[in-house]
């Protein structure tokens, strides 16, 4: 009890000091510095600038429609969301419908694909600022739709964000822009999504075809 206590005063403070950054006007500036270097760690470009939103009330997702909710600044956590502000714009402008769902509601096998892309891309955002090695195995994806819309945490945090990352890492190293094109033009089919391992070798090869 003590420790809850002591967490939920912690991420208080951090959310005050937030806003107080941001009422001095500095969090705007730095993070648009993130942005930069995000910009220039992975070769990309992104979309113009996201609204970021400092709030305490965030319940499920933390970036929806050019919006990013986050309680307190965490660069990570920053560079995730800014992920999917990338992705998601990227797909607008592709003019394509990329719905993911609500994670605890899954039912079809393309929103449980969508996720694992979505998430992949959002943790590659991540962690190639970070240094987070890809820990995830070719091995560890699941070998039927059924498996794919179980609807235990633990499990689907480790599919989506472990083992979309380490899905389309290989991708996107070649090209953040050329690798997250392919990838949303070319999402993996219905039976590709248990052989997801035949699927990126098939979009590095044709990754590969095209320079």
Known sequence: MNELVKRVRT???AYGETKEFERKGLLKEHLEKL???QEEKLGMKHFGVPIFVVTMDIFDKMYEDGRIYIQYLDEKIVYHELGHFYFDRL???LGLDFRKGRRKYITKWWEARN???????????????????????DSEYP??????????????????YEGGYHLVKP???????????????DL????????LPEYRKRILRILGESD
Do not use: Q, W
Request: negative net charge; glycine residues 6%; charged residues 35%.
């Open 11 to 13: 991420i208080g403070e």
């Open 35 to 37: 942005i930069k270097n």
């Open 91 to 93: 797909c607008k402008n």
């Open 115 to 137: 996720h694992l892309i979505s998430e992949g891309v959002a943790t590659y955002f991540e962690r190639e600022m970070s240094g987070d090695e890809d820990e995830f195995n």
């Open 143 to 160: 070998e039927t739709i059924e498996a794919f819309l179980r609807n235990n945490l633990n499990f689907l945090l480790k599919l989506y």
């Open 171 to 185: 991708i996107l190293d070649i090209s953040v822009e050329k690798g997250c094109k392919k990838i949303a033009l």
């Open 188 to 195: 993996p089919k219905r039976e590709e999504m248990v052989k």
